[in-house]
């Protein structure tokens, strides 16, 4: 099994874990390195529910933050070992989100004396399947595992704090027609062209821009794809157009749906799938104090993240790491050492 120095160089760490492949679905050696590095401390408690590990203090402390980041990554596109060039790590899961577990786990060994009650969440399956998600596991299986009053998902945002994530709502708009042969086709009614109707709602649609505990989000409504015809001579007697909805989180699910068939009124209207989302909670203390510490101007997340998930059991959460979020994926996927030791400057400070 592989040996995580925990106290070691913070870049260093960081090269180690995205050594140890963890694909997901293959996270268990990199689980179990978690595991084993972080039962070497007393002060912390350490939980595991299948490849999620959970270390805590419990020093009786007024407040709990919450540090979490997923141990896999997106599949190998020929980019491990990871390499060093100048200040660079490229590589799998360099931005995606090894960086920030590094910094998770050194703080986990080191702050054997914190200001607030730290627990840290190291969880598998997240690139996946949300029914497979690891936290979304913890929070059925053991919420209270997850207790607390503040969290900070380590995702990629460049270094700045980027408060609570968006809603999301996949719809699908149903048009009916009636079929015909293509050749007398003024006997049927074409389904595809009356799905026009839809697409002229959305090219007239006005997405908000609401402000929400003081940052400001974009939402959008799109459609994403169509589905009409059955062969090249017939008339298409359906056509579904499918919906994306991103919307703020001052609206539930429900409001979000509510408004979707108000601005679809008239049209036969189906919810494929719908997840809540988060609110910044920047408005909490030891949020403003975090963000003071960054120094740079918190943004709204224009995306889901799994700050949601801390957000249904009433936990405000926040997206903070290092690397940039538009290099995650990517076969050029890479990130400062600067800004890995800068979150570890700045959540060291915070927590001390």
């Known amino acids: 099994m592989a040996s995580l120095d925990l106290t070691g160089d913070?870049?260093?760490?960081?090269?180690?874990?995205?050594?140890?492949?963890?694909?997901?679905?293959?996270?268990?050696?990199?689980a179990d390195a978690v595991e084993a590095a972080l039962r070497a401390y007393p002060h912390l408690e350490v939980l595991r529910d299948g490849d999620a590990v959970v270390a805590r203090t419990d020093f009786g402390r007024d407040t709990r933050?919450?540090?979490?980041?997923?141990?896999?990554?997106?599949?190998?596109?020929?980019?491990?070992?990871?390499t060093i060039k100048g200040d660079f790590l490229?590589?799998?899961?360099?931005?995606?989100?090894?960086?920030?577990?590094?910094?998770?786990?050194?703080?986990?060994?080191l702050l054997t004396n914190p200001r607030?009650?730290?627990?840290?969440?190291?969880?598998?399956?997240?690139?996946?399947?949300?029914?497979?998600?690891?936290?979304?596991?913890?929070?059925?299986?053991?919420?209270?595992?997850l207790a607390g009053d503040f969290a900070i998902l380590g995702e990629p945002s460049d270094g700045t704090v980027e408060g609570?994530?968006?809603?999301?709502?996949?719809?699908?708009i149903t048009v009916p027609g009636v079929a015909a042969h293509a050749a007398r086709s003024w006997r049927g009614s074409n389904a595809i062209h009356s799905a026009g109707a839809v697409l002229d709602v959305l090219?007239?649609?006005?997405?908000?821009?609401?402000?929400?505990?003081?940052?400001?989000?974009?939402?959008?409504?799109?459609?994403?794809?169509?589905?009409g015809g059955i062969a090249g001579n017939v008339i298409p007697d359906l056509c579904t157009v499918f919906v994306n909805y991103?919307?703020?989180?001052?609206?539930?699910?429900?409001q979000a749906e509510a408004h979707l068939r108000e601005v679809f009124a008239g049209f036969e209207l189906?919810?494929?799938?719908?997840?809540?989302?988060?609110?910044?909670?920047?408005?909490?203390?030891?949020?403003?104090?975090?963000?003071?510490?960054?120094?740079?101007?918190?943004?709204?997340?224009?995306?889901?993240?799994?700050?949601a998930r801390f957000a249904s059991l009433g936990i405000p959460a926040i997206n903070f790491g290092p690397g940039d979020p538009l290099l995650a994926h990517t076969d050029n996927e890479h990130v400062p050492a600067a800004e890995i030791r800068k979150a570890l400057q700045v959540l060291t400070t915070w927590l001390t």
Request: glycine share 10%.
């Open 10 to 30: 913070i870049v260093e760490l960081t090269r180690t874990i995205c050594d140890i492949p963890s694909v997901s679905g293959e996270e268990k050696e990199l």
């Open 65 to 82: 933050v919450v540090l979490a980041g997923h141990l896999d990554t997106v599949p190998i596109a020929d980019n491990l070992p990871i």
């Open 90 to 109: 490229y590589g799998r899961g360099t931005t995606d989100m090894k960086g920030g577990v590094a910094v998770f786990l050194q703080l986990a060994a």
């Open 116 to 145: 607030y009650d730290v627990t840290y969440v190291f969880y598998d399956h997240e690139e996946v399947a949300a029914k497979l998600n690891g936290l979304g596991r913890l929070v059925r299986n053991h919420p209270d595992w």
């Open 164 to 172: 609570g994530c968006q809603g999301t709502m996949r719809v699908k």
């Open 203 to 227: 090219r007239a649609y006005e997405p908000r821009r609401p402000v929400v505990d003081g940052l400001q989000y974009r939402e959008g409504l799109n459609a994403v794809k169509i589905e």
């Open 246 to 254: 991103r919307f703020a989180p001052d609206r539930d699910t429900d």
């Open 270 to 307: 189906e919810v494929a799938d719908r997840a809540a989302g988060a609110r910044p909670g920047l408005d909490r203390a030891a949020a403003k104090e975090f963000v003071d510490l960054v120094g740079r101007e918190p943004q709204a997340k224009l995306g889901w993240t799994d700050v």
